[in-house]
């Protein structure tokens, strides 16, 4: 167990819908870190927030988007969903930087 | 463009054996790389983290070697176990877009055989 926990586990949603992701980090961890994991794409890094600021963009879609709260834990919102966005979905924390990082164990999130 | 390279295919080594994974890159130099495992519909985990000016770094049966003049890391696992088949991912830092992240290998899929 990683200490990573990410809610829901599963979602079943349709396209052009909205859905929200949610990870609580590693208790004292201030970073966190959102991953895109499909089959054809890999592991793909979307964005990282540190104390509730952005702090890294990686391939993040304009219609994906993450806040971190003064909790420290993180949610990612998919808007306007696309059979293409299915995939795994996880989040990670480190105590900061790139380096060390504990995933949770993901959403599995299918448009249909 | 940044790339990462693994092998692509399965390896399949003999429990006790070593078994050795590649990882290359091109067009940059990272500060540090890192190795995770992954097992099938699970969170990578971390494994080990080498920076630039380490040449080896060993963690029980694991060890990690990092050249930076090849723009290659290998992976060993020294006297393999069947619970060492897992997918190996390798993770560099770059600086992209005027901000540093992370950018993963595709992995290699390793299966030791009893």
């Known amino acids: 167990d990683s200490g990573v926990t990410q809610t829901p586990k599963h979602l079943i949603t349709a396209t052009g819908q909205r859905v929200t992701l949610r990870c609580s980090p590693r208790?004292?961890?201030?970073?966190v870190y959102w991953y895109q994991q499909s089959l054809d794409q890999g592991l793909q890094f979307l964005i990282q927030?540190?104390?509730?600021?952005?702090?890294a963009k990686g391939n993040i879609l304009e219609r994906f988007s993450a806040q971190q709260f003064p909790d420290l834990h993180s949610e990612l919102n998919l808007s306007s969903l696309e059979l293409g966005d299915s995939a795994l979905y996880f989040c990670?924390?480190?105590?900061?930087?790139?380096?060390?990082?504990?995933f949770g164990p993901g959403t599995r999130l299918t448009v249909t | 463009s940044q790339k990462i390279e693994q092998n692509s295919e399965a390896l399949n080594i003999q429990e006790g054996k070593t078994a050795t994974l590649t990882c290359n890159y091109t067009?940059?130099?990272?500060?540090?790389l890192q190795w995770y495992r992954q097992d099938p519909g699970r969170g990578p985990v971390f494994l080990l983290l080498?920076?630039?000016n380490e040449k080896e770094k060993r963690k029980e049966r694991l060890k990690v070697t990092f050249d930076t003049t090849l723009k290659q890391s290998l992976f060993h696992i020294t006297a393999s176990q069947p619970a060492d088949s897992a997918t190996y991912l390798c993770?560099?830092?770059?600086?992209?877009?005027?901000?540093?992240?992370?950018?993963w290998g595709a992995g290699t899929k390793l299966i030791i055989k009893p």
């Open positions: 990670a924390s480190s105590v900061d930087g790139f380096y060390e990082q504990y």
């Open positions: 208790s004292g961890d201030l970073s």
């Open positions: 927030y540190y104390n509730g600021e952005e702090r």
């Open positions: 067009n940059y130099s990272p500060a540090y």
């Open positions: 080498i920076r630039e």
């Open positions: 993770a560099l830092d770059i600086l992209q877009n005027s901000n540093y992240q992370l950018i």
